[in-house]
């Protein structure tokens, strides 16, 4: 099956959510025909560059959705990437071609207990996940954002224990989110983990997850949302040698 046309959608209105995530909503008739509950899967901004240069493509989650509109909410990270460059400059009417949506990742709901960890790209993912839980899942969430201010009121089970982690600007050796998720006491039973964050966490986040606690292939889901110092262009190239080299240890 082909993939739809890119749709342009228009910017609706836009406003910081906390001091280092900055929301776009989009809308208009080209969000015609668009699925219905798609929060937390991606779609693909197509950004126009001066002087004619190819336009340069961006992914991004869908925090939330409504019948006319949908949110998407931007990171800002330590220097200026031509998407949040785009959302800080949007005004109300400007368009955007917009791709997808792509699949939801959503955590496995067939477990005991649940662990859910990223940084603040994945928390309109985290969000999402969360609320499909059942009102009496247990488990926990561990969430990492620049500031203090940055922590959000999310509404989950009663049973899942939100913790926060500060870290202002993560580095390619900061462990910060894999040693707080150390921290917690390990539950019984069966869990199922979903995890999200910068590439070089990521792989501290699976190596623990994968290798020391041994959850299977079907209740862990491990990705990586971005690298740090690098364009998504080159993050998608190092995630492709990772998998490989993933795929390798993993059969050794």
Not at 30 to 37: E, S, W
Not at 62 to 72: G, H, N, T, Y
Not at 192 to 213: G, I, N, P, T
């Amino acid at each position: 099956m082909s993939r739809p046309a890119p749709r342009s959608l228009t910017v609706l209105s836009s406003a910081y959510v906390t001091p280092n995530m900055f929301r776009v909503t989009l809308g208009g008739p080209g969000l015609t025909g668009f699925p219905k509950d798609q929060e937390s899967a991606y779609v693909k901004l197509i950004l126009a560059q001066e002087d004619k240069a190819p336009s340069l493509t961006r992914t991004y989650t869908i925090s939330a959705q409504r019948d006319d509109e949908i949110d998407l909410d931007f990171v800002l990270h330590a220097g200026i990437s031509p998407a949040v460059s785009w959302a800080l400059a949007a005004r109300p009417g400007d368009q955007i071609l917009v791709g997808g949506p792509g699949p939801k990742k959503l955590i496995n709901r067939e477990a005991d207990w649940f662990f859910l960890a990223g940084d603040m790209t994945a928390l309109p993912a985290i969000t999402t996940n969360l609320a499909s839980l059942d009102k009496n899942a247990q488990g926990y969430a561990v969430i990492q954002v620049k500031e203090e201010s940055d922590i959000q009121p999310i509404q989950c089970p009663a049973g899942i224990a939100l913790h926060w982690v500060i870290k202002h600007d993560p580095d390619s050796n900061d462990s910060s989110l894999l040693e707080k998720i150390k921290e917690l006491p390990w539950l019984t039973g069966e869990v199922a983990v979903w995890a999200a964050c910068e590439f070089h966490s990521m792989r501290m986040l699976r190596k623990y997850f994968k290798f020391e606690r041994q959850i299977p292939k079907d209740k862990l889901y491990v990705s990586s949302y971005w690298k740090v110092g690098s364009t998504e262009d080159q993050h998608k190239i190092a995630k492709q040698t990772d998998a490989r080299l993933d795929q390798s240890e993993s059969n050794a």
